[in-house]
């Protein structure tokens, strides 16, 4: 912590690092900066609250590889702050940085969060509905903008069940380029026509154009990605009603 922080606010700073590294299933370092001082905290507010981490690990063997996050100032419950945790009375905005590792990646895509989400999923082909269940997915990330990934899924239509694999290259957004599809090849199956390739194609802008995200309750934006070899970085604005457990 620096030397020009106030007493209490190391206080608050070094509780609030020994809360979240408990609820954390591991990390290599945490930094929390509660910006306040004690006038403030017994009257519920405080400046801001900075996050800086490296080797995150929480539910579901999600990691993240480095996280710096700041917060706009909040209302918080000053009995709860006096102990180190940090109770929101009033939904605060934050910014954040997060850097994602390939291999890191990989490993939340096989955890049942992620695989819960991917599950049942619909197509509308031609007037028809056309299930779409993900069943395995890799991601690569070989640099110079482009993500690329590997996938079989389980396509459900007209009463009959098939498998499908298929590789493809996309580029992100960016703000001067819409998402960009470089290539998609299938790899497992007897193929899919063009009115399905179309629906899963549209399905995957869908998603990757949500407007927000909603996690616990956090609802996130994406604002800004970059793709290196073998990394993600997420710039992310963020609305929290409550820090998530």
Do not use: Y
């Not at 509660?34 to 609250?49: E, N, P, R, S, Y």
């Not at 590789?167 to 497992?188: A, K, V």
């Not at 549209?202 to 070899?229: A, G």
Request: aromatic share 4%; hydrophobic share 40%.
């Amino acid at each position: 912590m620096p030397d020009e922080q106030r007493l209490e606010e190391q206080f608050l700073s070094q509780e609030a690092e020994r809360v979240v590294s408990n609820q954390l299933d591991k990390v290599e370092e945490i930094d929390i900066d509660v910006q306040t001082d004690l006038l403030k905290i017994f009257q519920g507010q405080a400046d801001g609250v900075s996050v800086s981490g490296q080797g995150l690990i929480i539910k579901e063997d999600i990691r993240v590889q480095e996280i710096k996050l700041q917060t706009d100032s909040i209302a918080i419950n000053p009995l709860s702050a006096l102990f180190g945790q940090i109770e929101l009375n009033q939904p605060v905005n934050t910014t954040a940085r997060v850097v994602l590792i390939e291999a890191d990646i990989n490993r939340a895509l096989t955890s049942d969060l992620i695989r819960s989400k991917a599950k049942n999923l619909e197509l509308k082909v031609d007037g028809e509905i056309v299930g779409f269940s993900l069943q395995e997915i890799q991601i690569f990330l070989p640099g110079n903008g482009k993500i690329e990934f590997s996938a079989k899924v389980l396509l459900k239509e007209m009463g009959n069940t098939r498998p499908l694999g298929f590789t493809g290259i996309i580029r992100p957004r960016t703000h001067s380029q819409p998402l960009m599809l470089e290539g998609f090849h299938c790899t497992q199956g007897e193929g899919i026509s063009i009115e399905l390739g179309v629906a899963i194609m549209q399905k995957i802008k869908e998603l990757v154009n949500l407007p927000s995200l909603k996690w616990e309750d956090v609802v996130f934006m994406i604002k800004d990605l970059e793709v290196e070899k073998g990394i993600l970085t997420l710039m992310i604005e963020t609305q929290m009603k409550q820090i998530p457990s």
